[in-house]
């Protein structure tokens, strides 16, 4: 708990400190990276490029104050950045460096009005959260067998193909040893070795279910300003013989294994936990239901639909609906998914996944139509910008799907 005199000046300052962390976030990893250039790697440098990066830096440590204060439940953002840094192998020591620069970017941002008392309580903020994490994350490896320090082995693409128009599947297979068990929706860590750029390193989900002699990841390329650069990499360059660094499994959006009913739904290349999930069902437990909601730009885009269709053909219950927002297929829905019209099995379980409007708007409609929060699952590809309170974030628009 953070200590009475502290809390008194979080409190008191937490508004500036809200309105100033953009900026502050944003002057810590330029300090940090500044000192520290191999921390580079650890880091999306697309994110880091758009915001992102910077964004949800200052919604964590911010959600997390607010948390200290007045008790809000931040547990599941502490497990989804758990699993992240576990995957990297973020190590203990390297949160002293990230404090250190942390509280001489809010010094520098606000001025004067960082008191040593200030500095103190903010100091103790961060080192809550910190421990928090540490513990986590060392839980996490030690679960997995992984020595933090050499997070990554050596693996092989084993084979290549199109998934869609713009979508590729990759299959890997360890070096030396066997694949790893995983659970239905979890990720692997994929490090390249980028020309000019170093290595690299992102989340890419397993996008079929356990039991399998390589693991397949389903990658959709950033195009745009910046290009990916992995993902472009990936689905550019990469060939059959290659050998790319690999994680253990981590992530904590997986399939519950009671037998409630299923709400998947999912957008663009969202899809990936969903096929998972139900390939896992499919084989383990035919007669659970399961509905699965996916949103495309175009049916050839719509990656791993075979493979939805296939195994959800061996399920006793099941319901699929698609929405393609420029063009209508076979059985399929024109434009964007309408959250409302999304069924809710009763006494369901949902997992979402897709681009962040997208599954706001969802979670929104299903806890209005009464289904509880703690039975709504996510995945955030990429920086973490959600709050665990829908209520607090507005709807607006839907994105495009992408």
């Given at each position: ?209 356990p039991g399998h002699s390589a693991l397949r990841i389903t990658v ?183």
């Amino acid at each position: 708990m953070l200590s009475s005199s502290s809390a008194t000046i979080v409190a008191a300052t937490l508004p500036a400190v809200r309105a100033a962390a953009v900026d502050i976030s944003t002057t810590f990893y330029a300090g940090m990276f500044a000192e520290h250039p191999a921390l580079l790697d650890l880091f999306n440098r697309g994110n880091q490029a758009n915001g992102d990066q910077q964004r949800a830096l200052a919604g964590a440590v911010i959600a997390y104050a607010e948390s200290l204060l007045d008790g809000v439940d931040v547990d599941p953002v502490v497990r989804r950045i758990a699993h992240k840094h576990a995957s990297l192998g973020i190590r203990p020591e390297q949160y002293t460096i990230v404090g250190r620069h942390l509280l001489s970017a809010v010094a520098r941002v606000l001025g004067p009005a960082v008191t040593p008392a200030v500095e103190t309580a903010w100091d103790e903020v961060f080192w809550l959260f910190a421990v928090r994490l540490i513990a986590a994350e060392t839980r996490l490896s030690q679960q997995q067998g992984v020595d933090p320090a050499q997070p990554l082995e050596p693996w092989r693409v084993v084979g290549k193909y199109a998934e869609a128009h713009d979508a590729v599947s990759l299959l890997l297979a360890p070096e030396s040893g066997g694949v790893p068990e995983h659970r239905p929706g979890q990720y692997v860590t994929v490090a390249v070795d980028l020309p000019g750029a170093g290595r690299q390193a992102r989340q890419y989900t397993i996008s079929h279910g356990p039991g399998h002699s390589a693991l397949r990841i389903t990658v959709r390329p950033v195009r745009g300003t910046p290009d990916g650069l992995v993902s472009g990499h990936i689905a550019d360059r990469l060939t059959v013989g290659d050998t790319v660094a690999v994680s253990r499994p981590f992530g904590d959006l997986t399939l519950d294994d009671d037998m409630t009913p299923v709400l998947l739904v999912s957008a663009g290349i969202g899809i990936t936990p969903m096929a998972a999930m139900i390939e896992h069902i499919a084989k383990e437990q035919p007669l659970r239901p399961v509905v699965a909601v996916h949103a495309e730009r175009e049916p050839g885009r719509h990656a791993l639909h075979g493979h939805m269709v296939r195994h959800g053909a061996r399920l006793h219950s099941f319901e699929h609906i698609r929405y393609y927002e420029y063009e209508a297929g076979p059985n399929a829905r024109a434009g964007l998914v309408r959250p409302d019209e999304v069924p809710i099995p009763a006494g369901a379980s949902a997992y979402l996944c897709g681009p962040l409007p997208f599954m706001r708007d969802v979670r929104a409609s299903l806890l209005r139509r009464g289904m509880p929060a703690e039975r709504v699952n996510f995945e955030v590809f990429g920086a973490d910008l959600w709050s665990t309170d829908a209520d607090r974030l507005p709807s607006g628009d839907q994105a495009p799907v992408g």
